[in-house]
């Protein structure tokens, strides 16, 4: 197998904070990398790290079997791209700039009207864990396109594939952050009331990690009971009990000088659900109030 096989040249265009980890990654699994950014001394880090500095935009394009755009949003991609179509044809597109899934069927439909094999990415990690193994890459698209690049974007971070629904990828990317910041909403509501308690943030960290990391075990079985939509099934903690609890944290956190603004509206539909008859059953029955779809 020939070294340009084992390691395709790809080029990266966006060396932001994110642009530049994928780089420096794909130079260190032994991909020829070229780089460009608007900002040109941005590249200089990565450029001094091996890899080849573009004068522009098109010259980058030109030096990629696959070409790698890590921008702002989608707007950004357009005004990189647009002027490049003629180049781009006939190569691999992997655009893992956060864009709406929407956008993202946007850039494959574009892509394809100019020959231009895309894949979207949706990357779940924060740049210091590309390149290791808590970093993980959702994409969606081509097939043919994934199969291409897969080698380098296995430099990146574990490659999972969606299918080849372009606005996949960007879909369920979208719900881990919905996700995350929830928790996270929640994490900074925590600190803020054991504060009020004397207890500093480095002090309850370990505890909370460890609470967190036993809850993010609701995940499977809450699945089972939207899927199977019983929310009454093998029920540990039901919601007339759930939703007591939860006024307590609220007038706790008020007693204590914590605006509980981050928890308020959860206990506002765990108390309608106790209203409307489901005090019996678990709390994964809110998720009706939040959509209007069931599949
Ligand atoms: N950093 C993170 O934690 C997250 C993790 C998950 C994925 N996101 C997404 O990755 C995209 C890039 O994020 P970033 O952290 O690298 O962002 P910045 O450091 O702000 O770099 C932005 C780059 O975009 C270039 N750029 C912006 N607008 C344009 C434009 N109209 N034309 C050309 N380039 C543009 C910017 O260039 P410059 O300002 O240096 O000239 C940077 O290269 C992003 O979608 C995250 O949501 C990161």
């Known amino acids: 197998m020939s070294e340009q096989h084992l390691h395709p040249p790809v080029s990266v265009l966006g060396l932001g904070t994110m642009g530049t980890a994928l780089a420096t990654a794909l130079l260190g699994a032994g991909h020829p990398v070229t780089v460009w950014n608007r900002t040109q001394t941005k590249a200089d880090p990565v450029v001094a790290g091996g890899a080849a500095r573009a004068a522009d935009a098109a010259e980058a394009v030109r ?25 781009l044809a006939g190569r691999v597109l992997v655009n893992v700039t956060n ?61 999972r594939y969606l299918g080849t629904d372009p606005g996949m990828a960007a879909l369920q990317d979208m719900a881990l952050l919905s996700a995350m910041y929830g928790m996270y909403g929640g994490i900074l509501h925590a600190f803020a009331l054991v504060r009020t308690g004397g207890v500093s943030a480095r002090e309850f960290a370990p ?25 009454a099934r093998d029920v540990t903690s039901n919601v007339t009990m759930q939703a007591a609890a939860y006024d307590g944290l609220c007038d706790l956190a008020r007693a204590r000088g914590v605006d509980p603004l981050l928890l308020e509206p959860f206990g506002g539909l765990l108390r309608r659900r106790v209203t409307e008859g489901h005090g019996h059953e678990d709390a994964t029955g809110v998720i009706d109030y939040l959509t209007t779809t069931t599949s």
């Open 63 to 87: 030096a990629g079997e696959i070409v790698l755009t890590c921008l702002l949003d989608h707007t950004s991609v357009h005004d990189v791209l647009d002027a490049h179509t003629g180049a």
């Open 99 to 159: 864009t709406m899934p929407e956008e993202s069927a946007e850039l494959a439909a574009w892509a394809a009207g100019h020959g231009i094999d895309f894949l979207d990415g949706g990357i779940m990690a924060v740049p210091p864990q590309i390149g290791t193994h808590e970093a993980f890459v959702l994409y969606s698209g081509s097939r043919r396109a994934l199969d291409t690049a897969r080698t380098a974007l296995a430099a990146l971070g574990d490659v």
């Open 207 to 231: 505890v909370l990690a460890r609470w967190l990391g036993g809850a993010s075990g609701l995940a499977v079985p809450t699945a089972e009971q939207i899927d199977d939509a019983d929310y």
